[in-house]
């Protein structure tokens, strides 16, 4: 069972909608992690830069001197610890700064001046690692920085706490390798950067709801106006067909009793008077036509129009598409009315009659031709002329009817006729009638 059209009109909404939450969330997404990595790029970047500057500071000399003999009052000991903790609290958001050894396959602590937490609770800071103290969960990255004097960075967590740490070795004035400067930038003081990044995040999140809710909103309001607009349409289609087929049904009930009336009428008098067999064809013109088309070569069904029309009324009608194909239309029915109103507009005006066709346009499935007959400007048309202009305002009715000549009569029985083939009366210039109308290209019906 199909949805109601309100229903499909809003499932569209929301599918519409959906797709744009997805499509704009999942952009903005990758926004903010890109943004994040960024971030935290510069961060590595710049706490690489401060560890490589500090560590080129640092006396590699006087670090060799240090083993597990040297005490924590060493005046070279605090010396370097004492710069240590200057380059530590220079450095923004620096939480550990010290330097390590590798001995035996093993991490070492060396020179570590900075504050540690009070891990035992006794509202004072625990004092630093002693000097040689084994660092046992030591970062992969430091000790390769130890194995292969590189300069690595890592982001771990510990016994202190989670970190982004910087390595970088230095050296004796000799070129002696001494030992690794370690730096740790505590995760906390990335998180707060990284705050206001998020802030304006779950605000976009907030936004592009906001949006896709209008969005679909405004997609349910335009596909509702369509089907309303469809929907008249189709109401307005519905009454055009009934009054088509009403006045059709309307046309074969008169066209039907005109035949009966005529067919009565003694065969003397209907031969002496003309009006009555141009009613009779009119009333038969009405009626609606059955018509079959065929395929046919669009050249080839001209010139024979143009042989019928010379041979009938002496006239020409002059062919302006140079189209070499075929198309599917009723040739033959057309060739015969055409030229049947080429010859009554010819004895309309008493003398022959000049036509011309064009193309109009080209559409996908067929050709739109314009065909125009030109008439004398003479004062004796005027009549026709009036005819040809009513003809085009549908103007008709019995007193309407009873004014026009025989002649008149069968030049509206074949405008008729051609309409019920497609053809269309436009207005022109008052020595032009033309007529609008199309043929279907080959493989379209």
Not at 149 to 162: K, L, M, N, R, V
Not at 275 to 298: E, G, I, M, N
Not at 431 to 441: A, D, T
């Amino acid at each position: 069972m199909r949805p109601s059209k309100s229903l499909q009109t809003i499932i569209e909404a929301v599918i519409c909608s959906s797709i744009f939450i997805l499509l704009l969330g999942v952009t903005t997404y990758l926004l903010y992690s890109k943004s994040l990595n960024a971030l935290e790029d510069q961060i590595k970047i710049g706490l690489i830069s401060t560890v490589k500057t500090s560590a080129s500071t640092l006396d590699g000399a006087m670090h060799l001197t240090f083993d597990e003999s040297t005490k924590a009052s060493d005046a070279n000991y605090q010396a370097m610890a004492e710069k240590m903790e200057k380059i530590r609290r220079s450095a923004a958001d620096v939480r550990y700064i010290y330097t390590s050894v590798l001995k035996d396959g093993n991490v070492y602590f060396m020179v570590n001046p900075s504050p540690q937490n009070d891990a035992d609770g006794d509202g004072l800071p625990d004092p630093p690692p002693a000097l040689m103290t084994l660092y046992d969960d030591a970062p992969v990255e430091l000790k390769r920085s130890l194995e292969r004097y590189s300069i690595e960075i890592s982001t771990y967590s510990d016994q202190w706490g989670s970190f982004i740490s910087a390595y970088a070795p230095f050296y004796s004035n000799e070129g002696d390798f001494a030992g690794v400067l370690a730096m740790d930038l505590e995760v906390s003081a990335f998180q707060e950067r990284l705050e206001s990044i998020e802030r304006v995040f779950d605000k976009a999140k907030i936004i592009i709801l906001f949006l896709g809710l209008i969005v679909g909103m405004i997609i349910w309001w335009i596909r509702r106006s369509q089907v309303n607009h469809l929907n008249i349409i189709r109401h307005r289609e519905a009454n055009a067909k009934e009054k088509l087929s009403r006045a059709h049904h309307l046309n074969v009930l008169l066209s039907g009793l005109t035949t009966y009336f005529y067919k009565r009428i003694p065969r003397d008098l209907v031969k002496h008077t003309p009006r009555v067999r141009a009613l009779y064809h009119y009333s038969q013109s009405l009626r609606p036509l059955a018509f079959q088309s065929d395929k046919q070569s669009v050249q080839d069904w001209f010139h024979s129009l143009d042989q019928h029309t010379y041979k009938r009324c002496k006239g020409f009608h002059d062919w302006h598409i140079p189209m070499q194909t075929e198309a599917v239309f009723t040739s033959d029915k057309i060739t015969e009315e055409l030229t049947q109103l080429h010859a009554q507009l010819a004895r309309a005006q008493s003398e022959p009659l000049r036509a011309e066709t064009s193309l109009l346009k080209e559409h996908l499935d067929c050709w739109a031709f314009s065909t125009h007959f030109y008439l004398d400007t003479s004062s004796k048309l005027s009549a026709l002329h009036s005819l040809i202009a009513n003809e085009f305002e549908h103007i008709t009715g019995s007193a309407y009817m009873a004014q026009q000549s025989p002649d008149e009569l069968g030049i509206m029985s074949t405008i008729n006729r051609l309409r019920q083939m497609g053809f269309d009366l436009v207005s022109g210039e008052k020595n032009r009638i033309e007529l609008i109308w199309k043929v279907y290209k080959e493989n379209t019906e």
